[in-house]
């Protein structure tokens, strides 16, 4: 799901972002299997019609957000990942 530019990106948040949690790849497959995803397909804050991915990493030990597009035989491939917050975060431990 990950190309290796776009692996570089999530596993190096912390550089952009002081603080934040460098993602691991294998993190986000977690997230799609979660039987308590939230999924919005296409997203509606995405310009390209990617899709957004809400849900639970037990080897993160927190809920990410999975930002991802849709190839024409329905693979996905990941563009952005990070530790889900705010509003995102109350919305998917309100509808577990």
């Known amino acids: 799901m990950w ?3 776009s692996a570089a990106y999530i596993l190096s948040r912390s550089a952009r ?4 949690l460098d993602i691991q790849p ?13 999924a919005a397909e296409p997203d509606p804050k995405s310009r390209i ?7 639970y990493s037990v080897s993160a030990g927190t ?8 190839d024409e ?4 491939h990941g563009i952005n990942a990070w530790k889900t917050s705010g509003a995102e975060l109350r919305r ?5």
């Open 26 to 38: 294998d993190w986000t497959g977690e997230v799609l299997t979660d039987p308590d995803m939230l």
């Open 49 to 55: 019609k990617a899709a957004r991915f809400i849900g």
């Open 17 to 20: 972002y002081p603080g934040a």
């Open 73 to 76: 035989r329905g693979e996905l």
């Open 92 to 96: 998917y431990q309100e509808d577990r």
């Open 3 to 5: 190309d290796a530019d």
């Open 63 to 70: 809920v990410l957000t999975v930002v991802a597009w849709r």
